[in-house]
């Protein structure tokens, strides 16, 4: 049996991850603004990456990232404030089985994006699971 290359097993640990973050994030947001809620996560998570960062010895001088890969992190991370805002308000009023399945049409918008700006090659495996994906999401939203 060939083991799971690297990528997979941290995509599945992204998953799983992302999982409890529904269900933490559902438990803490109760009788709390969702909007500090997000926030308090934030901090957490800055501290936490810090960290990681630090034990691996990743800290690099500012100069060494390039300009525009710097310019895509800030609009990816302005991307993610706004994803994480939207999603603990759907949580705080919303169920889980319900929310975290209309966020993972994530999945969906981030492999059409990708065809369109990126020019990565689409395939009949990749465009099935999106449709998939969203007629999932569908069902689940709606009935």
Do not use: H
Not at 24 to 36: E, H, M, R, T
Not at 70 to 86: D, I, K, M, Q
């Amino acid at each position: 049996m060939t083991a799971l290359p690297d990528w997979m097993l941290y995509a599945l640990g992204s998953a799983f991850f992302a999982g409890l973050t529904a269900l933490f994030a559902k438990l803490g947001v109760s009788g709390l603004n969702s909007d500090l809620a997000s926030f308090i996560r934030t901090v957490v998570i800055l501290l936490v990456t810090a960290g990681i960062v630090s034990w691996r010895g990743g800290w690099q001088k500012p100069d060494s990232v390039a300009p525009i890969g710097l310019v895509y992190l800030v609009l990816s991370g302005l991307a993610t404030g706004l994803s994480w805002l939207c999603y603990f308000r759907a949580l705080q009023t919303g169920p889980i089985s319900r929310v975290a399945p209309i966020d993972k049409l994530s999945v969906a918008f981030a492999i059409a994006l990708a065809l369109l700006f990126i020019g990565e090659k689409p395939s009949w495996p990749v465009a099935i699971g999106a449709m998939l994906i969203v007629a999932g999401s569908i069902v689940i939203a709606v009935f």
